[in-house]
């Protein structure tokens, strides 16, 4: 079955770090893009960042709200992207869902997400 | 950043009723546009890329249109399950952008 599992969510206080995992099965992890998408407490979707294959350079993209602070990277030896948390703020607080991307033929497959809680 | 808007916010169907929902950009996105249907505690499922392609496992009574700045998604005979909040979202330009979202609720 293909299928993408987040983890590492949970509650952290503002300014600190946290790191979700999200962990690929059914198919070739490192043929496909991966982006990050959240959705605050009775929000819509936002699209957080983004991470290229390998053969296309294993490069990012990041949305303006978070630049600076997340960072995303890959491990394709172990079907795994993570997405790095610094300087969290009170209004990261969102479901975090990983995605895989076929760029102009959407994300086609969603992970079932994991709560980032940041709160004093 | 292109902005996508979405009307209306929430859309009153009565099962069987044909639903369509509107989506606007900014700026032209071509027909790099897709749409999802998010239900609450659930993943969010593609419906529609590049505009009107229904991806793998859609029924056909799910359609898309448009090109440029103008979309519609129509749900031809709204089902049960149909009940949902559906996003449209291009991906021609960094960064993605998502529209705010349709409810459509049962009338």
């Known amino acids: 079955e293909v299928q993408l599992v987040e983890s590492g969510g949970g509650l952290v206080q503002p300014g600190r770090s946290l790191r979700l995992s999200c962990t690929a099965s059914?198919?070739?992890?490192?043929?496909?893009?991966i982006s990050w998408v959240r959705q605050a407490p009775g929000k819509g979707l936002e699209w957080v960042g983004f991470?290229?294959?390998?053969?296309?350079?294993?490069?990012?993209e990041y949305a303006a709200s978070v630049k600076g602070r997340f960072t995303i990277s890959r491990d394709d030896s172990k079907s795994i992207a993570y997405l790095q948390m610094n300087s969290l703020k009170i209004e990261d607080t969102a479901v975090y869902y990983c995605?895989?991307?076929?760029?102009?033929?959407?994300?086609?497959?969603w992970g079932q997400g994991t709560m980032v809680t940041v709160s004093s | 950043e292109i902005v996508m808007t979405q009307s209306p916010a929430t859309l009153s169907v009565s099962p069987g009723e044909r639903a369509s929902l509107s989506c606007r950009a900014s700026q032209s996105v071509s027909s790099n546009l897709a749409w999802y249907q998010h239900k609450p505690g659930q993943a969010p499922r593609l419906l529609i890329y590049g505009a009107s392609t229904r991806a793998t496992g859609i029924p056909a009574r799910f359609s898309g249109s448009g090109s440029g700045t103008e979309f519609t998604l129509t749900i031809s005979s709204l089902q049960s399950e149909d009940f949902a909040v559906y996003y449209c979202?291009?991906?021609?330009?960094?960064?993605?952008?998502f529209g705010q979202g349709t409810k459509v609720e049962i009338k």
């Open positions: 059914g198919f070739t992890f490192g043929d496909y893009a």
């Open positions: 979202q291009q991906n021609d330009n960094w960064p993605r952008t």
């Open positions: 991470i290229r294959s390998k053969a296309y350079g294993g490069t990012t």
């Open positions: 995605t895989r991307d076929q760029w102009v033929y959407g994300f086609d497959i």
